[in-house]
């Protein structure tokens, strides 16, 4: 078993985690249950599935929670979008969770990287 909270790309996608809902707590209420709820869910996916991982016995389970956790990235990505588009995220914060997102997915990619080269696999694979 891994010790996740030594994984970078869990520590990043955390950090994500916290910055999203601190800019959700300014979306309409009405949101609460549709966009907001949401955008949270598929943030805290993201460390969740990291963790999940982790704590697999095989690199093919381990591996399989990484790429579900960078679905769940790339999803929250869609989200910011719809929310700058809905007007509830400001150009900035826009640009500031999608950087944060994006530097998540950096990181993530290398460890998938890292555990498909410890498998054996090739990228594609």
Do not use: C
């Not at 460390?47 to 790339?74: M, Q, W």
Request: no cysteine; net charge positive.
């Amino acid at each position: 078993m891994r010790d996740y909270t030594k994984i970078r790309a869990w520590k990043k996608a955390d950090d994500f985690v916290v910055a999203v809902y601190e800019a959700t707590r300014r979306f309409p209420k009405e949101e609460l249950y549709a966009v907001t709820g949401q955008i949270r869910r598929a943030a805290y996916s993201a460390p969740a599935n990291i963790v999940e991982g982790a704590t697999r016995e095989s690199t093919r389970d381990y591996l399989h929670f990484l790429h579900i956790a960078r679905g769940s990235l790339t999803e929250t990505r869609y989200f910011l979008h719809l929310a700058h588009r809905l007007g509830y995220l400001s150009p900035e914060q826009k640009a500031g969770l999608t950087e944060q997102a994006d530097e998540a997915l950096r990181v993530l990619a290398g460890l998938i990287r890292s555990v498909e080269a410890e498998r054996g696999l090739d990228a594609g694979s």
